[in-house]
């Protein structure tokens, strides 16, 4: 059995109350708050605090970044990395969304506990929103992509694989890749709006006299 995870809040601001009850209330337990470097008044729920130099030392600890900007999270960012501890923007766990603003947040990069991995250019556009409850070691790279509306990426199964590379414009597109699919789009594209890719139906349909499935996915 996985050893549990020490769960430690760091960054005490922004609205610090309000997002400790809604973690709370999904059921994620919380062991400790480590403030971060400056001081803070807010109500810390009566959660124990703890000192920097003490995360590392904690079994398995997991680190939920409650920063609002982008240079306190990229610090906490390089503090995790160097010692090899998981992390998570605490946005993601209260709404249960993954979108580019975010991954960028985080510097780019994702990877959910699940084997779902994204990797997203600075560049990207913030209208970009991922869907990976039910998916498992998908791979996502999104290059410098201008995004009008909105596009929805949502992985379904197992090992999917969406490609999209730079100067590709969208104005709002869905993008749904089933198992093992894969949906690579080049760079200088232009996407109109209502489009959806789809590389399955995701329902088998058989011929009525042979009984052979005649509908078999294909990457696009």
Not at 84 to 111: A, N, Q
Not at 112 to 124: R, V
Request: hydrophobic residues 35%; contains cysteine.
């Amino acid at each position: 059995m996985k050893d549990k995870k020490t769960t430690i809040i760091w960054g005490a601001y922004q609205s610090f109350d309000k997002k400790i009850d809604n973690l709370i209330k999904k059921g994620i337990e919380i062991d400790f708050v480590y403030p971060g470097d400056y001081p803070t008044s807010v109500d810390l729920r009566n959660i124990k605090m703890i000192q920097k130099e003490e995360i590392e030392q904690q079994k398995n600890p997991y680190v939920i970044i409650s920063f609002a900007k982008e240079k306190d999270i990229l610090s906490v960012i390089d503090f995790c990395q160097k010692r090899k501890i998981e992390y998570v923007y605490i946005d993601m766990l209260i709404d249960e969304k993954i979108t580019s603003k975010s991954i960028k947040i985080l510097g780019g990069k994702y990877k959910d506990k699940n084997g779902n991995s994204i990797c997203i250019s600075s560049q990207a556009s913030d209208k970009i929103f991922f869907d990976l409850k039910r998916s498992k070691n998908c791979s996502i790279v999104i290059g410098n992509v201008s995004v009008s509306e909105k596009l929805n990426i949502k992985m379904l199964g197992a090992g999917g694989k969406i490609f999209l590379d730079d100067n590709t414009t969208i104005f709002q597109m869905n993008i749904i890749v089933n198992r093992e699919g894969t949906v690579k789009i080049g760079k200088d594209c232009m996407i109109s709006h209502h489009v959806e890719l789809q590389q399955s139906d995701q329902h088998m349909i058989f011929d009525l006299y042979t009984g052979k499935r005649i509908n078999y996915p294909k990457d696009i």
